[in-house]
């Protein structure tokens, strides 16, 4: 398969794919302190910002599951309901927007393109 034959559009949000995929698995399962949140949401946001292609990424982690998912040490571990993040590319001159939320009714992490 040669990347020649993609639209600059489909290399863009091949490219979210990636991103989106490489951040969900990287930082699964890491403990986390209720006072950490806010320096973990932007550790995420510098570490994936810096990957090429990256325009803008927000992400926010669910507060209130984290505070039910806490254990008898005072941490919980980041799981997939907690996420719910968007991510800027820009692939030569496509820009494209996805979202990587919970879907309740799958019951899995999805990616919504906007």
């Known amino acids: 398969m040669k990347r020649d034959n993609a639209t600059d559009r489909?290399?863009?949000?091949?490219?979210?794919?990636?991103?989106?995929?490489?951040?969900?698995?990287?930082?699964?399962g890491l403990p986390i302190?209720?006072?950490?949140?806010?320096?973990?949401?932007?550790?995420?946001?510098?570490?994936?910002?810096s990957r090429p292609y990256v325009k803008d990424i927000s992400v926010k982690l669910n507060r209130e599951i984290i505070r039910e998912a806490i254990n008898k040490f005072g941490y919980a571990e980041v799981n997939g309901k907690m996420l719910d993040i968007v991510l800027k590319i820009r692939y030569k001159s496509e820009e494209?927007?996805?979202?990587?939320?919970?879907?309740?009714?799958?019951?899995y992490p999805s990616l919504a393109i906007g």
């Open 96 to 107: 494209v927007v996805v979202a990587l939320k919970y879907d309740d009714d799958s019951g």
């Open 33 to 49: 302190d209720p006072n950490f949140i806010e320096e973990f949401e932007k550790t995420v946001e510098r570490s994936i910002g």
């Open 10 to 28: 489909e290399i863009a949000y091949f490219e979210a794919g990636i991103k989106l995929g490489a951040l969900y698995h990287q930082f699964l």
